[in-house]
């Protein structure tokens, strides 16, 4: 049941809602494209709230009102009343339970545009074959999805595979579906670099970065060791020619970021200071998640979650996703970029977590 102190909370939120609609509809808000987007967004967040609050109060009314007529109630109205009594408290059951959800504290990454950093791993060259096979299934997932996605660096290993790529997804819920597919990513099958047919298994990890801005991370340039070098492998004409590639070391924290893609090193600079801003962005909020986690632990105890996300078996066509402790029999799908059914089941797991207080 939503509490009285909910209840207060959703009433303000209805005001809130008023009130934005209210500088939406005022002229000199369109003159003003930063406010407009602020705005705009804090509609997004509060229609959804707020229209559920609304037919919560409604539902009630009526099964106010339905008890109330109950009782002096000819025979022939009390069955039309009380399957309306019965209607109007499954509609409240929902609602409630709905509401509890949008009332979970909103991800303040929610939105942004996420940068995957993928690298091969245990297993030498065959961890170098998966991490390509990794980025292809994103790839496609994000063609699916309708995201786009662009390669900030690569760097290609000598069967074909991928030491690292860094490459960036833009879209509206790409890190609500991508948030959770951090972490170390195993696979089990026989690989091309095996003569004998036997099943190894290798690994490749995944990090996951929300897209940062410059208003959300500033950066001392005094904080900011910057090598310029020539580049090495593909990229034409420019490589071994030019000073184009760009190492950014960021001295406080020791994060050191290299871009050489780009022809031009000022392209490498902006894409090495967009990893950069992210990785020291995401560094922050792990700190801060740190230290809720810390005090929770004190509170209640700890339990740990596996450090290996996935499990890729290709002999059984399985994903195993060990936070779920679930399988999926369509591996070849899921390398096809069909992810949603195990990135829906992560968020609602995230979910139920939430709403247990775990996280």
Known sequence: MVSETSFERLEKLEAEYENVLAALADPATSTDPARLRELSRRHHELEEVVTAFRQLRRAREDAELAAELLGDATPEERDALREELGAAETSIETLEARLKTLLLPVDP?????????????????????????????????AANRGWRLEVLSEQPSERD?????????KGPDAWSRLEQEAGPHRVQRVPVTESKGRVHTSSATVT????????????????????????????????????????????????????????????????????????????????????????????????????????????????????????????????????????????????????????
């Open 109 to 141: 990454n929610e939105g942004r545009n996420v940068i995957v950093e993928i690298r091969g791993a245990e297993g030498g060259e065959e961890a170098n074959l998966f991490a390509r096979d990794l980025f292809l299934m994103y790839s496609r997932y």
């Open 161 to 169: 595979g991928l030491n690292e790529v860094v490459f960036v997804v």
């Open 208 to 359: 996951v970065l929300p897209e940062a801005g410059e208003v959300d991370v500033e950066i001392d340039p005094n904080d900011l060791k910057i090598d310029v070098y020539r580049s090495t492998g593909p990229g034409g004409q420019s490589v071994n020619t030019t000073d184009s590639a760009v190492r950014i070391t960021h001295l406080p924290t020791g994060i050191v970021v290299s871009m050489q893609d780009e022809k031009s090193q000022l392209q490498n600079r902006v894409r090495a200071m967009t990893v950069l801003r992210s990785r020291l962005l995401k560094l922050e909020q792990d700190r801060r998640a740190a230290e809720v986690a810390a005090t929770r632990r004190s509170q209640v105890g700890g339990g740990g979650r596996s450090e290996k996300v996935r499990t890729y078996n290709f002999k059984e066509n399985r994903v195993t996703d060990h936070r779920l402790n679930r399988s999926w029999y369509n591996l070849d799908k899921v390398l096809a970029g069909e992810l949603d059914e195990l990135t829906e089941a992560l968020m609602a797991d995230k979910r139920a977590r939430q709403l247990a207080g775990e996280t």
